[in-house]
């Protein structure tokens, strides 16, 4: 999901979205929970996630083999990156 869905989704305004992922700001409860139902989570899912943080990844410099494997990684895991925090 993109930064700017994921904010207009979770209520918030992209200023106060920006300054939260500087640390400059912290979310409410309601925005929590508003993010953690976005994907499927619960509030203590969010909290406590210790899985792999999904990178970015960008084909645009990649060759055509190089993107044709991305894209086949995306498929056999069913389940692309969606955001980043």
Same mark, same amino acid.
């Given at each position: 999901?993109?930064?700017?869905? /994921?904010? &207009?989704?979770?209520? /918030? ?10 640390? +400059? ?6 925005? *929590?929970?508003?993010?953690?139902? /976005? ?7 969010? +909290?406590? &996630? ?6 970015? *990844? ?10 044709? $494997? $991305?894209?086949?990684? $995306? +498929? ?7 955001? $980043?925090?």
């Amino acid at each position: 999901m993109l930064k700017k869905k /994921l904010h &207009y989704r979770a209520g /918030l305004h992209p200023a106060n979205y920006n300054k939260t992922e500087k640390g +400059e700001r912290e979310l409410s409860i309601k925005a *929590v929970d508003k993010i953690a139902k /976005l994907f499927g989570m619960t509030i203590d899912q969010i +909290e406590n &996630y210790e899985g792999d943080i999904p990178t970015e *990844v960008s084909i645009e410099n990649k060759n055509i083999n190089e993107r044709l $494997l $991305l894209i086949e990684q $995306l +498929e056999e895991e069913k389940n692309p990156p969606q955001f $980043l925090l």
